[in-house]
């Protein structure tokens, strides 16, 4: 597409699941990707060579969103690499379930480094150095909302997410960069659907009125509507992408 020409999305946490197919979506949009991952380099490297087969442009890039170091070296290598950086996707988070009166340090610290610090680490750094113009989408989640039990350290750090959104859009008032949040709902990746029950996955996916899980390009869709021109003017917003659940 030629509204994206010369564009450049940084997508963490992007070697599968939804970043993944963030990283397909925005590359057939015509944008080249900065394909963020913490681990697992023969996924990320094998979703690179997908790209560039199906015509698109990517490199990958290694990096713990909660080392505010290895983020700045991600964008240092997008810099590098293409000149500049117009598009931060916050994709990567950790989700780990337990009620609040059993919940250890180490799982509190834990989504608290990646989840949130992690999400600030981009934000920070994409704030001193994205292009004008340029869009930022966070990643919330829709239990939010729902506030479903056991998921209370998970949603704190998404809350918190959420209210950064808001205000960086503020701040970044005059270089036309929006900021906005995805909140989607049940979704279909296989880190979700790992552990669970068949009967479990049944009634997470009745809990909307459409009666299905979302799949990772419904939340891709909704990412490249947020990265276009045609989302130019949603700006400080959080869109909770869940089929109606809440």
């Not at 949040?181 to 009634?203: C, H, I, M, N, Y």
Request: aromatic share 4%.
């Amino acid at each position: 597409m030629t509204e994206h020409a010369n564009k450049v999305a940084i997508v963490t946490g992007a070697s599968r699941g939804i970043g993944a197919a963030i990283a397909e979506r925005l590359a057939r949009d015509g944008l080249t990707v900065v394909v963020n991952y913490a681990g697992n380099a023969g996924a990320a490297e094998a979703l690179v060579r997908k790209i560039e087969a199906a015509g698109g442009h990517a490199i990958s890039a290694q990096a713990d969103v909660s080392d505010p170091a290895a983020v700045v070296r991600m964008f240092d290598s997008a810099e590098a690499a293409f000149g500049g950086v117009d598009v931060l996707v916050n994709n990567a988070g950790v989700m780990s379930l337990s009620p609040i009166g059993e919940s250890t340090d180490e799982l509190f610290d834990r989504q608290i480094a990646i989840n949130l610090k992690g999400t600030f680490n981009g934000l920070r750094e994409a704030a001193r150095r994205l292009r004008n113009y340029g869009r930022i989408v966070n990643f919330s989640t829709s239990v939010v909302g729902t506030k479903m039990e056991a998921y209370g350290v998970y949603a704190a750090t998404k809350a918190a997410v959420e209210t950064l959104t808001a205000i960086l859009s503020k701040e970044l008032r005059g270089r036309s960069i929006t900021v906005n949040a995805v909140a989607p709902g049940p979704t279909a990746t296989d880190l979700f659907l790992d552990g669970k029950s068949p009967e479990l996955v049944e009634r997470l996916a009745k809990m909307n009125p459409l009666e299905r899980l979302g799949t990772p390009e419904d939340i891709a869709n909704t990412v490249s509507f947020l990265v276009g021109p045609d989302g130019g003017w949603v700006n400080g917003q959080v869109l909770r992408v869940n089929g109606g659940m809440v």
